[in-house]
């Protein structure tokens, strides 16, 4: 069992940057974010491996980098340029494998980009 603990979010203005951080219980191979905003699908935001490959979604890209420090089972969500439209519950997300086969959430954390 890996258990996830989030920070970072709250409200910004559009322009406006915000970082999140997830530590995890224990080393895992994937970890990242998603998010999910009001009647929307839950999407991949951004996932990276314990090697360091990333992945990141075509609407975030030139704005958010995701960063991780194995050796304290954290990774790090630096979100630039925010817009209204990334307004949503951002959810940490660890994997053993592909980041799109989830093996644990996190609690959720809310970001709110308006001015």
């Known amino acids: 069992q890996v258990q996830l603990v989030e920070s970072g979010g709250g409200l910004v203005q559009p322009g406006g940057s915000l970082r999140l951080s997830c530590v995890a219980s224990r080393s895992i191979f994937s970890m990242g974010w998603y998010r999910q905003a009001p009647g929307k699908q839950r999407e991949l935001v951004a996932g990276i491996t314990s090697v360091g490959t990333t992945k990141l979604a075509d609407s975030v890209k030139g704005r958010f980098t995701i960063s991780r420090d194995n050796a304290k089972s954290t990774v790090y969500l630096q979100m630039n340029i925010l817009k209204p439209e990334d307004t949503a519950v951002y959810y940490c997300?660890?994997?053993?494998?592909?980041?799109?086969?989830?093996?644990?959430w996190g609690q959720g954390t809310q970001v709110t980009v308006s001015s």
């Open positions: 997300f660890a994997s053993t494998g592909s980041y799109y086969y989830v093996n644990y």
